[in-house]
C-alpha cells in the first residue's frame, strides 16, 4: 500500500494487524517517513482540536475508538484534595468518551471552581450513570434525569442512584424538586427525605453522625429508619436533625440550642523550637529549616529524626480531658514514596532523660534526643500514597505525659519505624511542617477541655 | 497549574504521535497530569516545564500502549520509541506555527470537503452517514478523508516553509 495512504488509514483507526505490521515496518527502516508520520499525528490533533471548537466533536469518540467499551478509570482513584487539579481534570476529562452502553441517571449541569475525584464525567454537559461524584472544591449543579436538581457544595459526596434517588454520604446540598420528580429520595447515611415539592437544604457531618435537613419552600418527609419515624416538614425554615437515635425538629435557633456545645480548645506551639539531625552531620546540604526530616533505612546512614519541645508552663492542665499531637505533613522532594511500603508507621517518643531536655538547635547526631532517651507514647500511620495531611497521636499516654510535666518544656522525638523497599533507590524521607513552613503549621499540641 | 495548560496542545500532539487513537491519549494525558502534580515538587523551573512532562506523558503513553497491545494490533514497541524521539523536539510555538497555516489551509477546501475533514471526530458513525447520504460506501469516504489529508498536509508543509524564508 502506498505509504501515505497507510499512515492516514492508520491514524483514522482504519488498519488491520497486517497493514499494522507494514507500518511498522515502514517506521523503523525510514527516518523521513517518521518525520512525516509525526507530522500527520500534529495535523491530525489540529484537526480534532478544529472540530472540538467548531462544535462537531461529540462527548464519545469517532476515530480509532478503542475496544473497550465502558472505560472506567476506577485505577486512577488517588488523593488530590488539591483545587489546582480542576483546571487540569476540566480539561482532560473534558474529553473523555460518555458512559457508552450505560444508563444515564443526570446530567451535570454546570460547575464552579469545581475540582473533583470521580470515576464518571466531570465536564459540565455531561452525562452521568449510577456512581459516585466526589466534589473535592467549589460548586456544582447535577440534574437528575427526573429533573430534580442537586446544587452540590464542596467537600461534599454524592451517589446517583436512580434517577429519582441520590444518596448524600457527606457534605452540603439544595435540592430542587419540580413536579415531574415528586417523590424524589434523598437519603444520607442517618436518614432519608422524600420531596413533595420545591425545594430542601441537607448537610451531613459523618464525623458526628449527623444529618440535618432545612425545608427552604414546599413539603419534604424526613424518615429515620432505625426507628421508622417520619417528620412532615411544612414550614420555611424548618429543620429536622437526625444524630445517632436522636430525631430534632424545629427552627434552626432551637435546634443549635438543643445540641452539645462544643468544648473549648488550646493549642500550644513550638515557637520555633524544633529541628532534625541525620547521622553524617552534613547540615548545611540536608537539614532545611522548613521541615522536620523522618526515614528509616536499615543502613542507618541516611535516617533522619526530628524532635521539638513545647513550653507548657503557660497553660493550666489540670482540667484538661484530652491531648493531641498535630503533626502536619508536606510533600517531600526527596526519595521516591515507590521505594516505600504501602503503610508506613512512625513512632512519637516523650523525653524523660532531663539531660537530653536542652538540646540545641543545629546539634548532632549523637548529641540530639534519642528513642532511648525517653519514653513509646504512640504510633500513626500514613500511606506511601499520602503525602499531605495532619497526623500524630491522641491517647491517655501522651494526656498523662503532659500533665506530669505541666511546669515546664516538654520535647517529643519523631522517628519512622518501617523502613523501605531493598534496592538502592532512595525511599522517601517524610517532610512534616516546623513553625517556619511557608504553607502548613508547625507542630502543635492540642489540649480539650471541659467548659 | 497553569504550566499544564499552557502547554496541553504540545502534550496532546506528543501523546497522539505515539498512541493509536484518542481515547488513549487522554487516558494517559490523565495519568501523566496527576503524576506531574504528585512530582509537581521537582520542578525547579519553568522553562523545564515541557522536557520534564514529555518524560511523565511517554512513559504513561507506553503503559497505555502495552495495555492496548492485547486487545488490538499495535505499533512495537521499538517503533512507538522511535516516534517518541521525533516528536520530543516539537515545541509550543511550532505547534501553533502549525495550527496557523492549517487554519488558513482549511479555507482553500470547500465546505463539502472541510465537513468531511472534520467528520471523523464527530462521533461514531458519522462517516458511515455521510456516505450513505451521498449513495457511497464509509470504505471510499475514508480514502476520500485520506487522500484529502495528504493535501491538507502539502499545503501546511508549504506554508510553514514560506514563513521561515
Not at chain 1, 541525620?278 to 526530628?306: A, G, M, Q, T
Request: hydrophobic share 40%; with cysteine; proline share 5%.
Amino acid at each position: 500500500m502506498d505509504p501515505s495512504t497507510l499512515m492516514h488509514r492508520y491514524l483514522l483507526g482504519r488498519v488491520n494487524a497486517d497493514e499494522v505490521r507494514e507500518l511498522d515496518q515502514r517506521l523503523t527502516n525510514d527516518p523521513e517517513f517518521r518525520a512525516r508520520f509525526v507530522k500527520a499525528a500534529t495535523l491530525d490533533a489540529g484537526l480534532r482540536e478544529i472540530a472540538i471548537e467548531r462544535g462537531t466533536e461529540p462527548q464519545s469518540f469517532g476515530v480509532g475508538q478503542s475496544p473497550q467499551v465502558n472505560r472506567n478509570n476506577s485505577h486512577w482513584l488517588v488523593p488530590m484534595a488539591l483545587a489546582a487539579l480542576a483546571a487540569i481534570l476540566l480539561v482532560v476529562i473534558g474529553l473523555q468518551p460518555s458512559t457508552t452502553g450505560t444508563a444515564t441517571i443526570a446530567t451535570l449541569v454546570s460547575s464552579e471552581a469545581a475540582a473533583w475525584e470521580s470515576t464518571l464525567p466531570t465536564t459540565p454537559g455531561s452525562h452521568l450513570a449510577a456512581g459516585t461524584m466526589n466534589l473535592r472544591a467549589g460548586v456544582a449543579t447535577i440534574r437528575f434525569r427526573s429533573g430534580a436538581e442537586v446544587l452540590l457544595e464542596a467537600p461534599a459526596e454524592l451517589l446517583l442512584v436512580t434517577p429519582m434517588r441520590g444518596k448524600l454520604a457527606s457534605g452540603a446540598a439544595v435540592v430542587d424538586v419540580p413536579e415531574s420528580a415528586y417523590g424524589f429520595i434523598l437519603e444520607t447515611p442517618d436518614g432519608y427525605a422524600v420531596d413533595y415539592g420545591t425545594r430542601f437544604a441537607v448537610r451531613v457531618d459523618p464525623t458526628k453522625q449527623q444529618s440535618d435537613f432545612e425545608l427552604v419552600e414546599g413539603e419534604i418527609a424526613v424518615h429515620q429508619p432505625t426507628t421508622g419515624r417520619e417528620i412532615r416538614l411544612v414550614d420555611e425554615g424548618e429543620v429536622a436533625t437526625i444524630q445517632d437515635s436522636s430525631f430534632v425538629t424545629g427552627t434552626q435557633e432551637v435546634i443549635d440550642t438543643g445540641m452539645p456545645s462544643s468544648p473549648l480548645i488550646t493549642r500550644v506551639g513550638t515557637n520555633g523550637r524544633s529541628d532534625s539531625v541525620l547521622p553524617n552531620n552534613k547540615r548545611h546540604k540536608f537539614i532545611d529549616r522548613e521541615i522536620l526530616s523522618v526515614k528509616h533505612h536499615r543502613r542507618e546512614k541516611w535516617d533522619y529524626r526530628s524532635f521539638f519541645a513545647f513550653d507548657l508552663s503557660t497553660v493550666n492542665l489540670d482540667s484538661a480531658k484530652e491531648a493531641r499531637l498535630r503533626l502536619n505533613l508536606v510533600p517531600s522532594v526527596r526519595g521516591f514514596a515507590s521505594r516505600l511500603p504501602e503503610i508506613n508507621r512512625f513512632g512519637v517518643y516523650g523525653m524523660t532523660n532531663d539531660a537530653k531536655q536542652n538540646w540545641q538547635i543545629g546539634g548532632t547526631w549523637e548529641d540530639a534526643p534519642a528513642p532511648d532517651d525517653g519514653v513509646l507514647l504512640g504510633t500513626f500511620e500514613i500511606p506511601r500514597s499520602t503525602q499531605r495531611g495532619t497526623f500524630g497521636i491522641a491517647n491517655e499516654e501522651l494526656l498523662n505525659f503532659v500533665k506530669e510535666r505541666s511546669d515546664r518544656s516538654v520535647t517529643f522525638l519523631l522517628i519512622r519505624l518501617t523502613s523501605q523497599i531493598e534496592g538502592n533507590v532512595a525511599g522517601l524521607t517524610h517532610a512534616f511542617a516546623s513553625d517556619y513552613h511557608p504553607e502548613s503549621v508547625g507542630p502543635l499540641l492540642e489540649f480539650t477541655f471541659d467548659e | 497549574m497553569p504550566l499544564f495548560l499552557s502547554h496541553e496542545t504540545a502534550l496532546r500532539t506528543y501523546a497522539r504521535a505515539i498512541l493509536p487513537d484518542w481515547g488513549s491519549v487522554d487516558d494517559a494525558l490523565q495519568e501523566a497530569s496527576v503524576t506531574m502534580l504528585e512530582k509537581f515538587d521537582q520542578l525547579h523551573t519553568v522553562d523545564g516545564f515541557l522536557p520534564w512532562a514529555k518524560v511523565i506523558l511517554r512513559f504513561k503513553c507506553f503503559a497505555v500502549a502495552a495495555a492496548n497491545r492485547r486487545h488490538r494490533p499495535i505499533l512495537s514497541e521499538e517503533v512507538l520509541r522511535l516516534i517518541a524521539d521525533e516528536a520530543e523536539p516539537l515545541s509550543q510555538q511550532t505547534l501553533l506555527d502549525s495550527r496557523a497555516a492549517l487554519d488558513a489551509c482549511m479555507q482553500r477546501f470547500s465546505d463539502s470537503h472541510q465537513t468531511l475533514l472534520l467528520a471523523p471526530y464527530a462521533g461514531d458513525g458519522e462517516v458511515k452517514r455521510t456516505a450513505e447520504q451521498a449513495g457511497k460506501t464509509a470504505n471510499a469516504l475514508y480514502k476520500l478523508i485520506g487522500r484529502l489529508r495528504e493535501k491538507l498536509s502539502e499545503c501546511v508543509e508549504v506554508k510553514l516553509q514560506q514563513e521561515m524564508t
